[in-house]
Nanobody, 126 residues
Framework: VQLQASGGGLVKAGGNLTLSCLHSEFRLPLYSLAWFRQAPGKEREGVSCINSNGAYTHYSNSAKFRFTITRDDAKNTVYLQMNSLGPEDTAVYYC????????????????????WGQGTLVTVSS
C-alpha cells in the first residue's frame, strides 16, 4: 500500500489549508485512515482519524473544531481540512492506514497503523 500526502505549504496564522493523501490500494475503502503530525523536536502525534465508511471520525483536542477529516474512496483520497491555523500547527503531516477495526480509543495511536505516507510539511507563520 502506498500513501502519498500532499497539500502542505506556508500559510499565515489564521489561514486555512487542505491536505490530501492519495492511496494506491484497492482495498483501502475497508481501511481506517488517519492523519498524524510531527512538530520540530516533538514526537509524532495523532490528529484525526476516520473509519472505513466515513461514518465515524475522531480528533485530538488540538484539532477538534478546527480540522475536518473526510474520505472520498472514489478518488482514493483522504483529506484534512485545517482552519484557523496557528504557529503551533507547524509540523510534518503524515497520513496512515490500517485494516484494523476502528476504535476512538485507539485510532490516534501510531501503533494502530501499518501503512504510512511520506509526510507533507505545513508551516504556519505568525
Amino acid at each position: 500500500v502506498q500513501l502519498q500526502a500532499s497539500g502542505g505549504g506556508l500559510v499565515k496564522a489564521g489561514g486555512n489549508l487542505t491536505l490530501s493523501c492519495l492511496h494506491s490500494e484497492f482495498r483501502l475503502p475497508l481501511y481506517s485512515l488517519a492523519w498524524f503530525r510531527q512538530a520540530p523536536g516533538k514526537e509524532r502525534e495523532g490528529v484525526s482519524c476516520i473509519n472505513s465508511n466515513g461514518a465515524y471520525t475522531h480528533y485530538s483536542n488540538s484539532a477538534k473544531f478546527r480540522f475536518t477529516i473526510t474520505r472520498d474512496d472514489a478518488k482514493n483520497t483522504v483529506y484534512l481540512q485545517m482552519n484557523s491555523l496557528g504557529p503551533e500547527d507547524t509540523a510534518v503531516y503524515y497520513c496512515a492506514a490500517t485494516p484494523s477495526a476502528f476504535s476512538v480509543d485507539r485510532c490516534l495511536r501510531e501503533s494502530e497503523y501499518i501503512y504510512w505516507g511520506q509526510g507533507t510539511l505545513v508551516t504556519v507563520s505568525s
